[in-house]
């Protein structure tokens, strides 16, 4: 057997006994700290402290971010000694340990574990532990005393299942609305509602203390889509709209002159309903380009997330970027976050003449530094993997305080943004809210495919939208 034992097969394990071990001898191996580590840890030892599990909280202690629990390190120790050295058939009688820095996400330890002395009466065996990050800095060390197995010892590795972390099974919706809770619900204009997911998502919306809708639609074709989904229309205020045009249309006006403070897409298509608002007639615009902000929040990533735009613009100018970044840090500064990590997303890291996108992101960043888009901290041009992991950035030699921890994906396109949060919500398992700023109301703007969780957490958001504009008009 080699000195270091660290590129060993695990697929199948194998012991070293004690007449085996030399002293000197030693065994590695390497793990990378995610969100789901410290997720799993806490549910396996009850261990709920904010220091590893509330960004915001951790935020603000002397660590400035969420760090690993310190026997998360102590845990590795135990599957070294017990898989590879001395491996299957140790018992463990004791350990020492001393923590000496934080391991943080996206941190790569190296764990080490080597023969110190040996007891041929008990068949004891002494072995230093130590655990070393990726800037080879020295976050744990300590002794483990074990007794060594006296027979060799050799089986296949056991299959383990999948195992990943459900947040209460909701996705965060109940924490949406209890969040909102306390807020009056406002009058929304429902946009020709005449299919069964949107008219039941404002009648929910109603329900949930969110909304009070203004149903503006064809009344026949209103009346069919309530007698369909089995819903009555009684005390919701009806507008009669001949066709979908003059609902948008009336919808925007409606929004003008006060009477609601809110839309809410139904069955048209998003371009009718966007070029009503946008109508100069309307009245509704700002000085600000509208551009949609799809809020997500999936268990593979520790916080809730906005990528923007995916929706309204198709192919974004420098302004129009600038825009679209500045409505998604107000959502942000809305929904709590105070100082969001803006990340402008590309295929690369690096500034290249032949990518656009590249050079976009590098003008943005200097905008931002110039007091042109304030609110947030940018960072770009970054591939996705450097925006959402902090193991792919520090692989990459990437500092930087946005890297790994983004609160906000600028993409470089609608079909870039699309295809992103389309394959968030349906490979990733991400929650998902859709709203669109830039305007003198929010505009709830979901999918005919979304689900009625979606539809709900769109409404819960323009709420607070809509909240925020009584102090603050856009």
Avoid at 24 to 38: N, V
Avoid at 145 to 164: C, G, H, M, Q, T
Avoid at 223 to 231: K, P
Avoid at 372 to 393: H, K, R
């Amino acid at each position: 057997m080699s000195p270091d034992s660290a590129t060993d097969d695990l697929s199948i394990l194998r012991n070293r006994t004690f007449d085996e071990l030399a002293i000197g001898e030693c065994a590695s191996m390497e793990r990378t700290l995610t969100a789901q580590d410290i997720q799993l840890f806490a549910v396996m030892s009850g261990d709920l402290n904010p220091q590893h599990l509330d960004p915001e909280f951790a935020a603000s202690t002397r660590f400035h971010g969420v760090i690993a629990h310190g026997m998360w390190g102590g845990a590795l120790i135990s599957a070294l000694l017990g898989t590879r050295l001395p491996g299957p058939g140790t018992v463990y009688q004791g350990q020492t340990l001393r923590f000496l820095a934080p391991v943080r996400l996206g941190d790569r330890l190296s764990i080490r574990v080597q023969v110190r002395s040996k007891n041929a009466d008990t068949q004891a065996v002494v072995l230093a532990c130590t655990g070393i990050n990726q800037n080879g800095e020295t976050v744990i060390e300590g002794e483990a005393d074990v007794i060594a197995p006296s027979e060799r010892i050799e089986r296949p590795r056991s299959a383990l299942p999948d195992i990943s972390v459900d947040n209460g099974g909701d996705n965060g919706l109940e924490r949406l609305l209890a969040h909102v809770r306390p807020l009056e619900a406002v009058r929304v204009a429902v946009v020709h509602s005449c299919d069964v997911a949107s008219l039941s998502a404002a009648i929910d919306a109603r329900d949930a203390g969110l909304i009070i809708p203004v149903l503006v639609a064809p009344l026949a074709r209103l009346r069919a889509a309530a007698d369909e989904a089995g819903v009555s229309l009684d005390g919701i205020e009806i507008i009669d709209a001949p066709h979908s045009h003059a609902a948008a249309a009336h919808a925007a006006g409606l929004a003008r002159d006060g009477h609601v403070e809110a839309l809410m897409k139904g069955s048209l298509h998003t371009d009718e309903l966007v070029s009503a608002v946008i109508a100069a007639s309307a009245g509704l615009r700002t000085k600000r380009r509208v551009s949609h902000c799809f809020v997500l929040q999936t268990p593979h990533y520790p916080r809730p997330f906005i990528v923007t735009d995916a929706a309204i613009n198709l192919a974004p100018d420098l302004q129009q970027k600038a825009d679209i970044i500045r409505n998604a840090i107000d959502l942000a500064h809305v929904i709590g976050v105070a100082e969001p990590k803006v990340a402008i997303l590309a295929a690369v890291e690096t500034i290249s003449p032949a990518m656009p996108a590249t050079l976009d992101a590098a003008a943005l960043c200097k905008m931002a530094d110039r007091g042109q888009i304030t609110g947030g901290v940018l960072d770009g041009p970054l591939a996705f993997d450097n925006a959402v992991s902090m193991a792919a950035a520090r692989t990459k030699g990437i500092d930087s305080p946005v890297a790994g921890q983004a609160d906000i994906l600028v993409v470089p396109d609608l079909e870039s943004g699309n295809m992103l949060a389309k394959q968030l919500i349906y490979m990733g398992e991400a929650a998902s809210a859709g709203i669109v700023l830039g305007a003198r109301v929010p505009v709830i703007l979901t999918s005919r495919a979304d689900s009625r969780q979606s539809r709900i957490a769109s409404c819960a958001i323009a709420l607070m939208l809509a909240h925020h504009y009584r102090q603050s008009p856009p």
